[in-house]
Each structure stands twice: as C-alpha cells, then as structure tokens.
T-cell receptor, first 114, second 112 residues
Framework: DQQVKQNSPSLSVQEGRISILNCDYT??????FLWYKKYPAEGPTFLIS?????DKNEDGRFTVFLNKSAKHLSLHIVPSQPGDSAVYFC?????????????FGSGTQLTVLP | NAGVTQTPKFRVLKTGQSMTLLCAQD?????MYWYRQDPGMGLRLIHY???????AKGEVPDGYNVSRLKKQNFLLGLESAAPSQTSVYFC???????????FGPGTRLLVL
C-alpha cells in the first residue's frame, strides 16, 4: 500500500514552458513534504520542501504547492530548462517517531526538450 | 568536504554470500539512513540510526543488519544474499530529524 503516489512515470515538456509534477499521499499524519531530483548514476539531491502549515513555498524557478484537504502536492518548474531533465521524487514524513522516516513516491522522469 | 560516500560502487554476489556496504559522512550528522531503490518502487528505508551506537528498523529491514559504531560511519550487512536483494542501495545523512537528507552516490548490487 503506497502512502505516497506519483501516478505519472514520465513527463515531457518544451524548454521555456512550465513543468508540473504531481504527488498524492494517503497518510493524514504526514506534515512535512520534500522534492528530490535524481540524475542517472547519482544519489538524489534535495530540491525544495514545504511544511503543512504552509500551502506554497518558492525557491527561484521551483515552487511547491500543498493542498492538505486533497492530500495533494505539486512541483512547478518555470521556465523549464534541459538541465532539469531528471527523475523527481516526492517524499513525506510525519509526526513523532515517524518524523524520522521519509516515505518516497516512485518518481517521475521529466524530460525537457530543447 | 566529501559529503556522503559509499563503498563499493558496484558488486556482484552469488546467492548465499555475505558482504558489507560502507557509508561515511563528514558533515557531523546525527542521523544516517540506508535505502534501496527498485524500478517502479521509489526509495524504501531499510534501517536508520539516530546517533552513534543506535539503530532502528525501517520499512524493509528483513535480510539486512546494520551497525553504527562511529558517528561518521553506517554499515549495512547482508549475511546471506538473495536475488531479491539485487538493487541500488543509497545511504543518506541529516543533522536533525525532518531536515534535508544528503545522499551518497549509491551502490549497485547484483545477486546471482
């Protein structure tokens, strides 16, 4: 039973356009959410995070939106660049002892076409 | 400042063999983690440690053991490898809980 789901295995976007990656979760105890980016043969690298007390967090070209009632978060990349082509994982953690563990989605392969 | 390093980068084992994967971090982080990544599954937590001398089970701990004898090192052991343990293994560390986890480059393990 996947608690964090990324239903789109892949996404292709034209350079300069907006990329929107989606993530759904089922555990209402999750209160902290992160996005990681992964290039082939490398480890994941942290991109951006959001706490459940917020509904939006921005960092340059990257914005994460959180809709708690829908248990949905999304990552917007504007404008998309070819160097953004990578696998993007969303992850979540909860309160108490579960705060120590990140639960990851299965990832979305983003391809930005020049 | 190397961050998180993993040894080895790639290994082939026969069923029943044992091996140890080494993770080292130079950021003085308290928390360390071992994950495995399988196609279509994302990353799943195997074991983690909240400090030197402590370990705890994650989501998929069966068939693995870990040790954290020194703060900077976190070892993952496979006592009797099985083909189901063919995977890419990532180590990560963080300073505090719910803070950014920094990942190593991964170890690709093939069990025949």
């Amino acid at each position: 039973d996947q608690q964090v789901k990324q239903n789109s295995p892949s996404l292709s976007v034209q350079e300069g356009r907006i990329s929107i990656l989606n993530c759904d979760y089922t555990n209402s105890m999750f209160d902290y959410f992160l996005w990681y980016k992964k290039y082939p043969a490398e480890g994941p690298t942290f991109l951006i995070s959001i706490s459940s007390i917020k509904d939006k967090n921005e960092d340059g070209r990257f914005t994460v939106f959180l809709n708690k009632s829908a248990k949905h978060l999304s990552l917007h990349i504007v404008p998309s660049q070819p160097g953004d082509s990578a696998v993007y994982f969303c992850a979540a953690s909860g309160v108490g002892s579960s705060a120590r563990q990140l639960t990851f989605g299965s990832g979305t392969q983003l391809t930005v076409l020049p | 400042n190397a961050g998180v390093t993993q040894t080895p980068k790639f290994r082939v084992l026969k069923t029943g063999q044992s091996m140890t994967l080494l993770c080292a971090q130079d950021m003085n982080h308290e928390y360390m983690y071992w994950y495995r990544q399988d196609p279509g599954m994302g990353l799943r937590l195997i074991h983690y440690s909240v400090g030197e001398g402590t370990t705890a089970k994650g989501e998929v701990p069966d068939g693995y053991n870990v040790s954290r004898l020194k703060k900077q090192n976190f070892l993952l052991g496979l006592e009797s490898a099985a083909p189901s343990q063919t995977s890419v293994y990532f180590c990560a560390s963080s300073y505090q809980v719910q803070e950014t986890q920094y990942f190593g480059p991964g170890t690709r393990l093939l069990v025949l």
